[in-house]
């Protein structure tokens, strides 16, 4: 049972034009939620992260949202870069409510930013 | 500062086999994660350790184990490796505050498994 869902596996956006991902989960618990960003042979590395008592955070070109009722977040990124271009990692925890579950993720989006 | 290290960086082994990898955290991160990437199944939870105990767990079978020493360096080992153990292994460090902080994880390059 997936409980943190990326529905597109793949997403290309024109450079200078704003690309945005989309993550849905199903547990109600998680209250933390982070954007991770992966190239080829790197490991993840930290993007951005939104608290479940937000709605919004920002940083530079990039934005979450959070929609607690709809249990969807999404990640948008303006303006798109050619050096955007890589697989986005959606993730959750629960570590307010006692859970130890480490992150949660999910299976990612490529991003792919046309010249 | 470094960051997190892995090795080695690539592996090969046949089946019924055991491996041992090996992750070396950031400087100051007392907690050390390990997760699983498949191209199916994403980023998988394996286990957390925090001052050289297990914290966390996730669901993987008990031929997956780990262990944190004093230096915070950790080791995850997988005995009688199955075809389906392939995947990329990435070790993550954090600072450690304890449960119910909300810590950054720092992620190394990963080992690349390959079963034959």
């Known amino acids: 049972d997936q409980q943190v869902k990326q529905n597109s596996p793949s997403l290309s956006v024109q450079e200078g034009r704003i690309s945005i991902l989309n993550c849905d989960y199903t547990?109600?618990?998680?209250?933390?939620f982070l954007w991770y960003k992966k190239y080829p042979a790197e490991g993840p590395t930290f993007l951005i992260s939104?608290?479940?008592?937000?709605d919004k955070n920002e940083d530079g070109r990039f934005t979450v949202f959070l929609n607690k009722s709809a249990k969807h977040l999404s990640l948008h990124i303006v303006p798109s870069q050619p050096g955007d271009s890589a697989v986005y990692f959606c993730?959750?925890?629960?570590?307010?409510?006692?859970?130890?579950?480490?992150?949660?993720f999910g299976k990612g989006t490529h991003l792919i930013i046309q010249p | 500062k470094a960051g997190v290290t892995q090795t080695p960086r690539y592996l090969i082994k046949t089946r019924g086999q055991q491996v041992t990898l090996s992750c070396s955290p950031i400087?100051?991160?007392?907690?050390v994660s390990w997760y699983q990437q498949t191209p199916g199944q994403g980023l998988q939870f394996l286990f957390e350790?925090?001052?050289?105990?297990?914290?966390n767990k996730g669901n993987f079978p008990g031929r997956f184990s780990g262990r944190q020493f004093s230096n915070s360096r950790s080791e995850m080992n997988v005995s009688t490796l199955e075809l389906g153990d392939s995947a990329l292994y990435l070790c993550?460090?954090?600072?450690?505050?304890?449960?119910?902080?909300?810590?950054?994880?720092?992620f190394g390059s990963g080992t690349q498994l390959s079963v034959l």
């Open positions: 993550a460090s954090s600072l450690g505050q304890g449960e119910g902080s909300n810590e950054k994880l720092f």
């Open positions: 547990n109600s618990m998680f209250d933390y």
């Open positions: 939104i608290s479940s008592i937000k």
């Open positions: 993730a959750a925890s629960d570590y307010s409510g006692g859970g130890a579950d480490g992150l949660t």
């Open positions: 400087s100051g991160h007392r907690s």
């Open positions: 350790y925090f001052s050289e105990t297990q914290r």
